[in-house]
């Protein structure tokens, strides 16, 4: 999970929409979902035939995650980006329905999904001026107010989550013994974030695992296991089912 949010961070917008990102160290083709990679230089069996890296990686992405637009759409639902008309409009598009149909199944009118497709083109000129502007920020941030990046997995962000790498480092080694476990579990939230995204490493994403199956991986790190478990749902690193029957980190 690690190496996913790591990807995501680093990929560029072209590898964002694709779903896979070539590590510009090593060349390793990398989901942004999973963090699967895949090694250059191999070859990977996919249905009897061999495919190289690149291809590998994206036939993965594609096979195991569904399409790389649906995908990014349910992130930003879960990040609140959008509204649920925005979203199912957007779907919409996607899908290649034209104007008269979508302004028939959301109830609307075909000029006010005009509008929706102007505002979205508008959208996307902001977007690069943002971008553009953080780039130039990047270059100039230094590594003690460089933020931790929380990926695409936690759903909830907010001021909770404004670590520096360098706090977020510091409460890890504060709280977590030499033999990985935890000495205590902290009642202050930010400690609470910076210890949560290192625990849910150990969770795979997309996996479901019941109450039990979760208890078994984190009550070896803690006698508080039970507040832990409720934190990562409360904090938006883990997703549930409303009766407690699975838990499961969003891919």
């Excluded at 083709?29 to 890296?53: H, I, N, S, W, Y």
């Excluded at 006010?112 to 979205?120: D, G, K, L, Q």
């Excluded at 000495?183 to 490493?201: C, D, G, M, S």
């Excluded at 979760?214 to 006698?223: D, F, G, M, R, Y």
Aim: with cysteine; net charge neutral; proline share 3%.
């Amino acid at each position: 999970m690690k190496k996913a949010m790591e990807a995501f961070e680093r990929a560029t917008i072209d590898e964002l929409a694709e779903g896979v990102m070539e590590d510009p160290e090593t060349g390793e083709q990398v989901c942004l979902v999973c963090g699967k990679g895949f090694v250059p230089g191999e070859v990977f069996p996919v249905d009897g035939r061999f495919f190289a890296a690149r291809s590998a990686a994206r036939m993965h992405a594609e096979r195991e995650h569904g399409p790389r637009f649906l995908s990014l759409l349910n992130l930003m639902r879960q990040w609140e980006g959008l509204s649920e008309t925005q979203a199912r409009l957007l779907e919409a598009f996607f899908l290649g329905h034209d104007d008269e149909r979508i302004a028939k199944e959301l109830g609307i009118s075909r000029s006010t999904v005009r509008n929706h497709r102007f505002r979205m083109k508008e959208k996307v000129r902001q977007a690069k001026v943002f971008l553009a502007m953080n780039r130039i920020l990047e270059r100039n941030q230094k590594a003690e107010t460089r933020l931790v990046d929380f990926g695409a997995k936690a759903r909830v962000v907010d001021e909770r989550f404004a670590l520096t790498e360098e706090e977020s480092e510091r409460l890890v080694g504060k709280y977590f013994r030499e033999d990985g476990t935890l000495a205590l579990f902290p009642t202050k939230a930010k400690a609470r974030v910076a210890l949560l995204r290192k625990i849910v490493e150990r969770l795979a994403p997309g996996v479901r695992y019941s109450e039990r199956e979760l208890n078994a991986i984190l009550s070896p790190l803690t006698e508080d296991h039970v507040i832990v478990r409720r934190c990562l749902v409360d904090y938006g690193f883990v997703s549930r089912v409303p009766d407690g029957s699975a838990y499961w980190v969003e891919m």
